[in-house]
């Protein structure tokens, strides 16, 4: 019983991890920037709702207020920082998006202190297989949520003028430039819709498990390593990977303890990367 | 080349009579000393062959624990000293804790150098954004795991073992001034002699165009794998140093840190300019007199002024002072400047 429990518990908590991960491929793919400071947004964004819940508002409503604030804190830092560093060495922006973490991290702790918060839901818990497996409500509400925004912006990039702008830029950036895109606008409105993802996610995962300043890398960590497994612009890959890397967490934090729960993470994206460097070299063998 | 052999025994007559000059000073000058290491050694794998790494401070953290483990375990249980936490129940004689500090310094280096190879055979074909991101989680990975060991003081951290009571209290400093100094030249040497040599220019070729290398016939791997075990060899090295001089060692707040000095080694070699021999050591200075200046007026907002630090750095002075420099005057780096073409260039602008 305990695995179907974690089972269930892994899928509904990468269901949340593939939402960012969502985030971070689609500015991945447009911009082609890897932005460690993803975890940080995530953070912030629950600390809004945290904040909605402290001050008497239920925190599911954080849902909807925190991609708001957070879409417009992304095209901040777009403006600000991001904007600077797009076209420039890949290793600049990795740095710069690190030096953003750091300063988010720090003004969160000054904000917000040090202590481990969640917003209580009060939404109870369901009890499957005569009573052997616990879920929360909440686990299942933020699952049904990350679900319902994912559609939306599917829809939204498919249809819509800007969605469209978007699939183009990242094509082929130069093209949609002499073709009349404003690249510039589009990079900006990316980066908030990223951000705003990180909101939802965040709002949503002050529901159901905890925040913490310091707790964004992790985040960031998964995120990547959920696009590096499925790949740019697969989105059932991303949906797929997300839950694998749930369960998979799930199971780590069952049979090697909690503390060492994020080291494995951590372990984990290393032997991936490793993995995928055999994989492409035995590949590089072929060509000779 | 006569006037660097007087700037060099210039230098070195002064990093001698440093600790006498300014003897307060004394645990600062150790510190500026271990944090120039460790930007040379990163620029050595990040400037020099394109591999920019977030996970040096992997070797640093895992050179601390050992040194520090052997110097315990050469003479006491290591589990019972990590369990008392620092409570003098053992106590070093001199002789013992030198000689354990020597093995210890010796198993600091040698250790994080094979551990680098192993680990650089398996990741060093990742390119870009992969590498960067991989050698953080493995940074961050050995930080988390290093925590949840009992035998190394897990949570709450190790006690080194404090230094022995021979003559007067101003040894110690001494003692760790002169160790992280002589560590520091042998490293410029070390560094210094690398640079004339087929080898840096490979690491160059590297940097420049991996593909092409290889293709020149230049077994690429081999050569990556070398330069990053030469950056694990001192960065181990002064990790053993740091962990005796702290004379505590706790998991994620000292020696896997990758909020402090993981990047710092990387912003100082970027203040200083990347893939110069200089720029790592100004970088590191200047950066050192920087924060030791100011980071008390800042009282704990410390990491909101390191944060917009390194954006301000890499934003608009991504080239270093020595990149500056070398804008500025490039006769001095012997590069033939055309003046005609300079003029047209200064009137550009």
Not at chain 1, 245 to 252: D, I, Q, S, T
Not at chain 2, 194 to 203: A, D, E, G
Request: net charge neutral; charged share 15%; hydrophobic share 55%.
């Amino acid at each position: 019983m305990i695995s179907v429990q974690a089972c269930l518990d892994g899928i509904l908590l990468g269901i949340l991890f593939a939402l960012i991960a969502y985030g971070m491929a689609l500015q991945w793919g447009v911009m082609n920037i890897i932005n460690i400071a993803q975890g940080d947004l995530v953070i912030l964004g629950g600390y809004i709702a945290y904040f909605m819940y402290l001050y008497g508002i239920h925190p599911a409503w954080g849902v909807i207020v925190a991609p708001i604030i957070m879409f417009f804190v992304g095209i901040a830092i777009y403006k600000l920082v991001i904007n600077k560093v797009v076209d420039r060495d890949l290793f600049i922006s990795i740095l710069a998006t690190f030096g953003i973490s750091i300063l988010f991290m720090q003004l969160m702790n000054f904000a917000f202190g040090a202590d481990v918060v969640l917003a209580n839901s009060d939404y109870g818990t369901t009890m499957l297989f005569n009573n052997n497996v616990v879920l929360p409500n909440s686990k299942i509400f933020s699952a049904f949520i990350s679900i319902l925004f994912a559609i939306c912006l599917v829809i939204y990039m498919k249809k819509s003028k800007l969605g469209r702008a978007i699939r183009a830029t990242a094509q082929n950036a130069r093209a949609a430039k002499i073709l009349g895109v404003d690249t510039e606008k589009v990079y900006a409105a990316t980066f908030g819709i990223n951000a705003a993802l990180c909101g939802v996610a965040g709002a949503l995962i002050s529901i159901t498990f905890t925040i913490h300043p310091y707790m964004g890398l992790p985040y960031t960590i998964r995120s990547f390593m959920i696009v590096i497994v499925a790949g740019l612009g697969n989105l059932p890959g991303v949906a797929m990977s997300g839950m694998g890397l749930g369960v998979f967490e799930e199971f780590a934090d069952y049979i090697l303890g909690t503390e060492f729960r994020i080291g494995s993470v951590f372990l984990l994206l290393v032997l991936i990367l490793v993995y995928r460097r055999f994989k492409l070299s035995r590949k590089r063998e072929y060509l000779k | 080349m006569k006037n660097n052999l007087i700037l060099y025994i210039g230098i070195l007559i002064f990093g001698i009579a440093a600790p006498f000059i300014f003897p307060a000073f004394k645990v600062q000058l150790s510190i500026l000393c271990v944090l120039i290491i460790l930007a040379t050694t990163w620029n050595i794998q990040g400037g020099e062959m394109g591999y920019n790494s977030f996970g040096n401070i992997l070797f640093y953290g895992l050179g601390m624990y050992l040194c520090a483990s052997v110097q315990v375990g050469m003479f006491f249980p290591l589990a019972e000293w990590t369990e008392s936490g620092g409570e003098k129940t053992f106590v070093h004689t001199p002789t013992q804790f030198f000689q354990g500090m020597a093995v210890g310094l010796i198993v600091a280096a040698v250790v994080p150098t094979i551990v680098a190879g192993l680990i650089g055979y398996s990741i060093l074909g990742l390119r870009g954004h992969y590498f960067a991101i991989c050698t953080l989680g493995l940074g961050v990975a050995a930080g988390e795991i290093s925590g949840g060991i009992e035998i190394i003081g897990a949570g709450q951290g190790f006690t080194t073992p404090p230094f022995p009571n021979v003559g007067s209290l101003e040894l110690r400093g001494e003692f760790f001034y002169f160790l992280s100094f002589f560590t520091l030249v042998l490293t410029f040497v070390a560094v210094r002699s690398i640079y004339p040599t087929r080898f840096k220019l490979i690491l160059n070729a590297i940097r420049d165009n991996e593909d092409k290398a290889e293709a020149m016939g230049i077994e690429t791997m081999k050569y990556k794998i070398i330069g990053w075990m030469i950056s694990a060899f001192f960065c181990g090295l002064a990790g053993g140093i740091m962990g005796g001089l702290v004379g505590y060692i706790d998991s994620t707040d000292v020696a896997f840190d990758g909020r402090e000095m993981g990047v710092f080694m990387v912003l100082m070699a970027i203040l200083g300019g990347k893939g110069t021999l200089w720029g790592p050591i100004i970088g590191a200075t200047v950066f050192h007199i920087f924060k030791e200046g100011f980071w008390t007026f800042f009282l704990g907002w410390q990491y909101v002024a390191l944060g917009v630090l390194i954006v301000v750095i890499v934003i608009y002075f991504p080239e270093g002072i020595m990149g500056w420099l070398r804008e500025k005057y490039p006769d001095r780096f012997g590069e033939v400047v055309d003046e005609k073409d300079r003029k047209a260039q200064v009137e550009l602008k």
